[in-house]
Structure formats: C-alpha cells, structure tokens
C-alpha cells in the first residue's frame, strides 16, 4: 500500500546541491491563510486574511528544515539580541515569479537569493527569498542585486501582515533587521538542516 509523503518530513529539501523543494502553500490572491497540519501533513486553512494584505510571492517552507537553537543562536550572533528562540516551524521560503499559479499544495524548485532575518516576538523567523530556475524574468542571483522595489514590496508585507491598522511602532509584532544574500541564505538554511536533524532524526 502506497501513502503520500508528509510534506514537511516525507520530502528531501533540495532536488539538486543548488536547487531547493519548496512546499508551496500560499498563492498570490489566497484569501484565506493556508499552512500544513505538521500531525498529518494536510494542507489546512489557518485563519482568513484580515486585510488587504496579499502575499506577493509564492510562499511555503523547504522540507526537513527546523528553525531551533542554531537559527536562533545565527539570529542572536547577527543582532546581538539576547534570548531569542527558534519559532519551531520549517524554514519560510518565498519563491518570486511571474507566473500565475493558482493553487497551493505543491513542489516547486527553488534557488534561494538572499532572505529576511525576522524576528516575530523574540523568535527567529527566517523568510528566504528565492526564484525559479530557467525563469527568464526573475533572473538575480543575489537578493542584495534586486531592485528596492521588489525587496521593499515583500518587506512591507511582512512587516504588516500579521498587524492592526490602528497599531502603531510601539506595539509591533515583527522585526526585519537584516536583509542579506545568497550566501548567508545557504548557511541559514545548512544551520536549519542541522537544527531538524537533531530534533527528529
């Protein structure tokens, strides 16, 4: 009898040494925020999106990764933030195209770029940025490469998904402090390897 993998445990993290699986669960134009049960692996709905905010990426998370004590402790080197924690999810990945793909629970290749180091209330919460291969529009090797326009449009998403209108700076729930490229994206992601590793293996 044959079983479909877990996406998150079932499913190697790269496709090749410089190309990732990435499990994509939102779309751009999803309503509703969807996000893999981690008990069964079914994709669910998690909550609808309160407002006029809509992911400009696709965005899923990379297979048998972790964000635990390295991703937290690579978070606190780079900031010099004290007691950060990993968030205990997969690492976020966000992977850029033009293309209109309209559905979710599927693999996508993936080359990462570059990624957002966020913090969401003291935890590491890593986005990694990343594009198709062969894609002829999104063609950068480097996020730091990209234009500010498309850095700053995923920042602001980010950055105020998850906020109320009326909040101000004083009550934010998330922080971008860095943006970096390709490179660091590689370690943050070889780090959240590691961290899965020693959590379930």
């Known amino acids: ?6 996406p998150w445990h079932g499913i190697k993290s790269h496709v090749e040494p410089d190309v990732l699986n990435a499990f994509i669960e939102i779309v751009p134009g999803d309503t509703v925020k969807y996000e893999v049960d981690k ?10 999106q309160k407002f006029s905010n809509i992911i400009p990426a696709l965005y899923g998370f990379i297979p048998q990764t972790y964000c635990g004590d390295l991703i937290a402790e690579y ?4 900031t010099g933030y ?20 309209r559905n979710g629970n599927i693999l996508v290749p993936a080359i990462p770029i570059g990624g957002f180091r966020m913090i969401d209330k003291g935890e590491a919460d890593d986005k990694i940025i990343a594009v198709l291969p062969h894609d002829d529009v999104y063609q950068w090797t480097d996020l730091l ?17 998850k906020q109320i209108p009326s909040s101000t700076n004083e009550t934010k729930i998330v ?26 293996l």
């Open 175 to 200: 922080e971008i402090s860095h943006i970096y490229g390709a490179e660091e994206a590689l370690e943050i992601i070889a780090a959240s390897k590691i961290d899965y590793a020693n959590k379930f």
């Open 82 to 101: 004290k007691q950060i924690k990993g968030d205990g999810d997969p690492l976020d990945i966000c992977v850029l195209t033009d293309k209109i793909i």
């Open 39 to 48: 008990e069964s692996g079914f994709l669910k709905l998690d909550r609808p």
């Open 1 to 6: 009898m044959q079983y479909t993998a877990h």
């Open 145 to 161: 490469a990209c234009p500010d326009a498309l850095v700053n449009r995923l920042k602001h998403y980010f950055l105020t998904y």
């Open 75 to 78: 978070c606190m080197q780079k």
